[in-house]
């Protein structure tokens, strides 16, 4: 069983679109990271959050920690054929110093 | 460039064979991890070392084990080999034990297939 679900597992949007993805959970994480993978490659961290109720912007991307610190959002708005990948999230619990809890990830495509 | 790297990029064997996965983390990173991709499962945690020593171990099997060697890069040695096994094994490292959110930096991994 995971302990991360990510939303949608598929998305495929025209180029301009907005999108949101979703990673949910019934635990409690100390921090919440977001990856971009591309094919062939390894996962590249995009950001970290922290505190509760966090939202941070990476340019068009919007990332937010819920406030029980269970869920996550990333929004990207007017979206490019760039931002092509699998997205995963991942939740750290300080109980278990660097191990990563990984969701499935989103699949994005976005056709121009 | 994320400084970490994992040779080799492809491995193809038999089942029942034993293989080794080499990785060197990035310049300074004392924690090297190793997760097993695979697309039912997705990233799963095996093991981390931090400066040498067993940190923490996750969903690795006993045919599986791991050790950090003294200039600090890792391999990861799999036994007795399963067409099941057949995965992308990622090595990732960072500055320090973990706990805090630290960014792991993944190399591109080591694509395994059993045949």
């Known amino acids: 069983t995971q302990l991360l679900e990510q939303s949608p597992q598929f998305l495929s949007i025209q180029e301009g679109e907005n999108l949101t993805v979703y990673c949910n959970s019934s635990?409690?994480?100390?921090?919440l990271q977001w990856y971009r993978q591309e094919p062939g490659e390894g996962p590249v961290l995009l950001v970290t959050v922290v505190t509760g109720g966090e939202v941070k912007k990476l340019k068009r991307l919007t990332f937010q920690f819920g406030d029980a610190r269970k869920d996550s959002s990333l929004h990207i708005t007017a979206a490019q054929p760039g931002d092509t990948g699998l997205y995963l999230c991942a939740g750290a619990k300080g109980s278990t110093l660097g191990r990563l809890y990984f969701g499935r990830g989103t699949q994005l495509t976005v056709w121009p | 460039d994320s400084g970490v790297t994992q040779t080799p990029k492809h491995l193809i064997t038999a089942t029942g064979q034993r293989v080794t996965l080499r990785c060197s983390p990035r310049?300074?990173?004392?924690?090297v991890y190793w997760y097993q991709q695979s697309l039912d499962q997705g990233l799963q945690f095996l093991i981390q070392y931090y400066n040498g020593e067993e940190r923490a171990k996750g969903n690795i099997l006993e045919r599986f084990s791991a050790q950090q060697f003294p200039d600090l890069h890792s391999e990861l040695n799999l036994s007795s080999l399963e067409l099941g096994d057949s995965a992308l094994y990622f090595c990732a490292s960072s500055v320090d034990s973990g706990g805090t959110g630290s960014p792991l930096h993944f190399g591109n991994g080591t694509r395994l297939t059993v045949t």
């Open positions: 635990s409690v994480f100390s921090s």
């Open positions: 310049s300074g990173d004392l924690s």
